[in-house]
C-alpha cells in the first residue's frame, strides 16, 4: 500500500529530527560544539516544545493565544517541588524516573490551568480571546510569585504570603526557587520533543483534528454539521497547555534557579514569533524556527550592543521574505496537501 502524502510528510519531519539529535551527539562526543551551544541545547528542546504546542491553538484551531508562558511557569514550579517531594520524601536516586515523573506531574497541572481557564475564555474570539489570554498569563505569574512551598518531611505545605513555613522551602514567593537539582537532560529533550510531534501530527491528522480545522475555517458551517465546537477547541486548548507544562519542567529543572519573572508576556511573544516566522499552521517550519532563533542571538554577541539591532533586523528581513509571493508559492508546494480520496470533517466522523 502507498503511504499517504501526509504520512510521509510527518515521516521526513521526524527523520529531521532524528538526524539533528545524531548531529548534536556527534558533536558533543568529538569536542566540536561550543561551551554556549551546550548550555542552549535543552532551551531549544523547549521552545522547540512550546512553538509546536503553540501552533496547534494559533495555526491548527486559530485562536490567537497570548498566555502560553503562563502554563509554561505552572508546569516549571509543579514540576521542581514533584522532583524535590521524590528525592526527600521516597529518597528516589533515579534521575531519569524523577524527570519523567515531574514532567508528567508538570503537564497534570498546567492541563488542569488550560481547563480552568479554557472554560471561560474560549468563548470569546479574535482580538477579546487574546487579551484575556494575555491577562491570564499575567495573573499565573503573579499567583505564583505570592505562593510559598516547603518540604516537611514527606508532606507538602503550601501558603499563600506566608513565607513562615515549617521545613525546608522549595519556592520561596517571588524569589523563585533556589538549590534545584538540575537533572535534565538533552536526550530527555529530544524525547520530549518526539513525544510532542506524536500527539499533534497523530491529532491533526484524525477526525478530531479535521474537526478543529472545519472550525478554523468556518464556524458557522462546522456548527451546522453538528461539531461541538466547545469541545474541540477546548481539546486543542488544553492538549496545548499539557505540552507547555512537560516543557515547562524540563526547563525549571535544568536552573539551578529559577523565579516566576522568566515567564512574563516577552516569554509567550517570544514564542508566537517562532511560530509566526515558521509558518502559521506549519509544524517543521515551528521546529526550524525556534532552533534557529534561539541560536541567533548568542552567534551574534561578538556584535556586542547592536547585537539586538541586527536580531531585529533578521527578523524584518524574514518577514518580507516570507510574504513575498514567489516565496509564497515555494513554501506552499512543501506543505502537505489533503489528498483527494482524503474525508473531511463531517457530522458523523465528529459526533
Known sequence: MKLKKNTINNLITYIMVIAAFLLCQWMLASGKMTRSLKGQLIPICVYIVMAVSLNLVVGISGELSLGHAGFMSVGAFSGIVMSAWLAGAFQMENEIVRLLLAMA?????????GVLIGIPVLRLRGDYLAIVTLAFGEIIRNIMNCLYFSLDGSRIRISFNNPNLPGTILINGP???A????ISTFGMGFALILFSLFVVLNLVNSRSGRAIMAIRDNRIAAEAMGINVTKYKMMAFVTSAVLAG???ALYGLNFSTITASKFKFDTSILVLVFVVLGGIGNIRGSIIAATLLTILPELLRAFNDYRMLVYAIVLILVMLMTNNPTMRAFFERLRPKRSKGEPTAKEGESA
Do not use: L, P, S, Y
Not at 506531574?105 to 490551568?113: D, K, L, P, R, T
Not at 538549590?179 to 538540575?182: A, E, H, L, P, R
Open 179 to 182: 538549590g534545584v537539582d538540575k
Open 175 to 177: 524569589a523563585g526557587a
Open 105 to 113: 506531574c508538570g503537564g497534570v497541572f498546567a492541563g488542569i490551568a
Open 246 to 248: 512537560m516543557a515547562g
